[in-house]
């Protein structure tokens, strides 16, 4: 069982950034793959930005060239540094964590963007 807990969400103007962080538990953090995933008020839940065991990064369109995606296994730590905010990244941000075929999420964390 691996549990997530993600913080540093909040209220942002346009053009702000951010930095989430996801703590995970468990020994084996390193062998996991990550993701960090937003769902809007009637939209469904989508990939923001992925970063495997093995150091591979996926972005969805939409953030490219403004979200980062980063690990620190000594932490046990994910992040998530989100700069030039646009109020249509607006959402509750979810940690998923994979480990072997098997996901596990966070209990989610809102990020508003709004002047």
């Known amino acids: 069982q691996v549990q997530l807990v993600e913080s540093g969400g909040g209220l942002v103007q346009p053009g702000g950034s951010l930095r989430l962080s996801c703590a995970a538990s468990g020994r084996f953090f390193s062998t996991y793959d990550m993701g960090w995933y937003r769902q809007a008020p009637g939209k469904q839940r989508e990939l923001v930005a992925s970063?495997?065991?093995?150091?591979?990064?996926n972005y969805a369109d939409s953030v490219k060239g403004r979200f980062t995606i980063s690990r620190d296994n000594a932490k046990n730590t994910v992040y998530l540094q989100m700069n030039s905010l646009k109020p249509e990244d607006t959402a509750v941000y979810y940690c998923?964590?994979?480990?072997?075929?098997?996901?596990?999420w966070g209990q989610g964390t809102q990020v508003t963007v709004s002047s």
């Open positions: 970063l495997s065991s093995g150091g591979s990064i």
């Open positions: 998923k964590a994979t480990m072997s075929l098997v996901h596990y």
